[in-house]
């Protein structure tokens, strides 16, 4: 069978030293395992990436250390500690703001992993004598016959997270393993408990990293100021006042206090505009209202898997946010940095500042910053 035949590559020969990034969670620590027991020299990496406000109501990291810990010892590896919470402050979480000022809504994790996991961890690991790195995503990777790497969806479509990861490089990718991609996460925690490791239960982690479990609105207000402005339909009625831009999201339906008031009709209402220039927010009532839907979108700051743009000549599937459905479409490229994507049919609360991500069959192509 041809590497162009083979879907996605399985654990490699024994090798060099393989450094796993582990979180403290079931998926990196089976991640390691499986490594370990194909004969591969491995060591565990445990990464702290944000200190403020880095107490036990919110922030795991403190038991997420000591369950890597206890992985480790029950593995046989050795296990080393790194702290990028100045990188991670400076190249993920200071962009977080920037776009949350500018009235978008960005997707932290993507630029976590191709800045931070997969570049201040790889060249750190590199640093370690690391022939490679691995993590506990749900992906793939295919070696071509032209010497380039492809990023594939993981077996299991409904923990694949390729979506993430869609920002990483050709160097990146070369030097990466994802030893979950033909799993499914019931086997995960399967070999996990068969191996006595003590994550196997433990719960998947929720969220953004620096947030936890907090309300999402209260820890935008440490950072951003409240900037109220008038709520109003489409049709320019006013039915309440916003706190601030900021704190809102395209297709938002919770917590945006419309409902319940006199002479406001009944039924569910939904963000679906922001008027930067005049600071207010247009809300819809019902899921379906033409405002929620978009046939096409514009995309900046793109990013290439294979480092060149796919041809404008065949067809694709794409997704505006994680959990979406794949949407047949269309792609024109403009110039260098300009992405126009049409779909086959509207998709609902296209929303600036998430990525749209290009795929043709299972493989990743890579995408842009929905503008």
Not at 2 to 12: M, V, Y
Not at 179 to 188: A, D, F, I, M, R
Request: aromatic share 8%; with cysteine; glycine share 10%.
């Amino acid at each position: 069978m041809s590497d162009s035949d083979t879907h996605r590559n399985s654990l490699p020969a024994r090798t060099g030293r393989i450094v796993v990034g582990m979180s403290g969670g079931v998926d990196s620590a089976v991640a390691a395992l499986l490594l370990k027991q194909a004969g591969h020299e491995v060591v565990g990496l445990f990464m702290k990436n944000w200190e403020d406000d880095d107490d036990d109501e919110y922030c795991s990291t403190r038991q997420d250390l000591i369950d890597v810990a206890s992985v480790a010892d029950v593995i046989g590896i050795d296990l080393e500690v790194v702290n990028f919470a100045a990188e991670y402050k400076d190249r993920v979480f200071s962009e977080f703001l920037r776009e949350y000022a500018a009235g978008r809504t960005p997707n932290p994790d993507v630029l976590c992993n191709a800045e931070i996991k997969f570049r201040a961890f790889l060249d750190h690991a590199v640093g370690l004598g690391a022939e490679c790195i691995a993590t506990g995503h749900y992906a793939g990777v295919r070696r071509t016959g032209e010497g380039r790497v492809e990023l594939l969806r993981a077996a299991d479509h409904s923990k694949d997270q390729s979506y993430f990861l869609h920002r990483l490089t050709q160097m990146q990718l070369s030097r990466v393993l994802f030893p979950l991609g033909e799993l499914k996460k019931t086997e995960v925690r399967r070999i996990a408990r068969d191996a006595g490791l003590p994550v196997h239960a433990k719960k998947d982690s929720t969220g953004i990293c620096f947030i936890g479990e907090r309300p999402f609105r209260d820890f935008l207000n440490r950072y951003l100021p409240k900037k109220p402005g008038i709520m109003r339909t489409a049709e320019g009625k006013i039915v309440g006042e916003h706190i601030g831009l900021a704190f809102y999201t395209l297709g938002q339906r919770k917590g945006i206090g419309v409902g319940g008031q006199k002479g406001v009709p009944e039924g569910a209402w939904y963000v679906a505009a922001k008027d930067m220039q005049n600071n207010e927010l247009i809300v819809v009532q019902g899921h379906e209202h033409p405002l929620l839907l978009r046939g096409q979108l514009q995309a900046e700051d793109l990013s290439w898997v294979a480092a060149d743009a796919p041809s404008p000549e065949q067809n694709y599937v794409a997704k505006t946010r994680y959990r979406q459905a794949d949407a047949a479409c269309r792609i024109s490229i403009s110039s260098p940095g300009q992405l126009q994507v049409v779909f086959e049919q509207a998709q609902w609360a296209v929303t600036p500042g998430q990525s749209v991500v290009l795929y043709r069959d299972d493989v990743c192509l890579g995408g842009g910053i929905i503008h």
